[in-house]
């Protein structure tokens, strides 16, 4: 021990900017960058891919010298241009929502505050509060249900099935494991795979989740259903949850999701939902009578940043039964003890639901998103995906040379172009560069799945921004790109191939 004085590098220093002129002036800046981005999103292609030189940009050593403000400020600024392309109206591929502009401003509020919403007792938590009871009353839950913000889908199925597999044993498998148990549950061949690999997460393994033929409507066919569960209960093991889908990921398909619960029921199994983009169709005339099953669902899982178009990411876990929800979760070592008063206050916290601790304000811009808009011009946005999709799947069946491959449920058209006297295998390698193609050329961008067998385009409409035009657009552009050499020489050599 020597008797110095503790001393301090000088002089003092922080992250904080050192002229808070300068930095009003450079987020100034970037704000304009983003509004001018999203007021050109119609415009322009559609997908780009990022350029040779950003990429090698974004290889450079890890900085020991910051880069500074203005240098960081043109790298994020030259990036703008290049995201998937799911602000463009004539983005159709996988399942995307398409944001707002008024989202920007809760991301900002959300960022000054540099909340964390595991848990004590601060503003973000009583507006995630809000947003459960929204998402309650949205879905018609009981006042006993409770719900968390999470990245999306895939891991509120992870919260979700967790309740159901620690509710069937008891909440003794948080201790004991679930070896033994022979936990088995049933879904479709349709579902998300996020089902299997909340599975695969949390040790009942996949193959412990059975996958039911679909019909030919792609909703579970409820015959083999029962026989499936019949032949687990006979061979000694524990069915425990059935899980339905409301808006499948390849063609929006609902499963038939009054019949499911009432199964669940007489079964004493959990009822999960897979919802992430089709349950928000509760919002819609045209499509609410098809979920009256909902309602009815133990657990629930979907998402803000698809149909309701909150920027990315933010999705949902409602669990009809709070102390059930609580009880899979819960745990509070002495460091997080719950208080009557002052900070530590604000129980029961959010990390009591989920398995995160530290988690962001993602509630904010869903809180914002719904408050600002209305439920009714959010359920007017969807009605009209439907409406296009259904238009769509007329324009196809009137289009010779196109194939619908699957009838429109919801808002995902799926079909394929197709020549008299070629096989499957040759039509799937064409119709797989037609997408690409039209990806390539920037002029639209559906993605592409298997149906019964066959390569389909798929064109998903999760987009507030897209108009009938697009869609003809689209019909205009796979006709054209199907026709032209580089599809005819894929064409050629898939023949090649075969023969
Ligand atoms: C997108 C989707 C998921 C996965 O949701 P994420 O938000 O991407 O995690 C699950 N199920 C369906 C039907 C989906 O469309």
Redesign the pocket.
């Known amino acids: 021990m020597t008797d110095k004085p503790i001393e301090e590098p000088t002089p003092q220093e922080s992250l904080d900017p050192e002229n808070w002129d300068e930095f009003r002036a450079q987020a100034r800046h970037m704000l304009d960058a983003a509004i001018d981005r999203l007021q050109d999103a119609r415009q322009g292609r559609v997908w780009t891919e990022l350029p040779g030189e950003i990429k090698e940009t974004l290889k450079a050593p890890l900085p020991r010298e910051g880069w500074g403000v203005p240098d960081v400020m043109g790298r994020m600024e030259a990036l703008l241009p290049y995201g998937a392309g799911n602000t463009n109206p004539r983005f159709f591929g ?2 995307h929502g398409s944001g707002t502009p008024a989202n920007l401003l809760a991301e900002i509020a959300a960022s000054a505050m540099n909340a964390n919403v595991g848990g004590r007792d601060h503003g973000a938590i009583y507006v995630e509060k809000q947003v459960v009871r929204w998402c309650r009353e949205l879905f018609d839950f009981p006042d006993t249900a409770s719900g968390i913000v999470v ?7 992870i919260i979700a099935v967790k309740v159901a597999r620690d509710t069937r044993l008891n909440f003794l498998s948080r201790k004991d494991g679930i070896c033994g148990h022979g936990l088995v549950g049933y879904t479709s061949t349709e ?5 299997a690999r909340a599975f695969d997460l949390l040790g009942l393994g996949t193959d412990a989740l059975r996958k039911i033929p679909a019909n030919d409507r792609f909703e579970i066919d409820m015959d083999a259903l029962k026989a499936a569960i019949a032949a687990d209960r006979e061979a000694g093991l524990t069915p425990f949850i059935v899980i339905g ?5 390849n063609v929006g398909a609902i499963d038939p999701l009054e019949e499911l619960a009432d199964l669940a029921a007489e079964e004493s199994m959990w009822f999960h939902i ?5 349950s928000l169709g509760v919002l819609s005339d045209r499509v609410k009578d098809r979920l009256t099953g909902v309602k009815r669902a133990d657990s629930l ?1 979907f ?1 803000f ?2 149909w309701l178009h909150v920027n990315y ?1 933010a ?1 949902f876990a409602l669990i009809r039964e709070e102390k059930l929800h609580r009880a899979a979760f819960t745990d509070r070592p002495d460091y997080l003890t719950a208080k009557e008063r002052g900070l530590a206050g604000g129980n029961p916290w959010p990390v009591e639901y989920g398995p995160e601790l530290s988690r962001g304000f993602r509630a904010l811009k869903v809180w914002a998103q719904i408050a600002e808009f209305g439920t009714d011009r959010l359920g007017r946005m969807i009605e009209r995906n439907c409406y296009q999709a259904s238009y769509l799947g007329e324009q196809v069946e009137k289009t010779p040379g196109l194939e619908l491959l699957a009838p429109v449920a919801l808002n995902i058209c799926c079909f394929r172009y197709t020549e008299p006297g070629l096989s499957d295998a040759v039509l799937d390698a064409m119709n797989d560069e037609i997408v690409i193609q039209l990806q390539e050329q920037g002029s639209a961008a559906p993605s592409t799945t298997r149906l019964k067998g066959r390569l389909a385009i798929r064109v998903n409409i999760t987009n507030h921004r897209t108009a009938r035009a697009d869609l003809d657009i689209l019909l205009e552009e796979v006709q054209r790109v199907a026709a032209s050499p580089e599809v005819a020489a894929v064409r050629d050599a898939a023949i090649r191939d075969a023969g």
């Open positions: 996988w399942v990245s999306g889908t895939s891991i509120a199925t579902t998300h795979s996020c089902v889908t409301a808006g499948t990921v897979d919802g992430a983009f089709g899982a998402d940043h698809k990411d999705g």
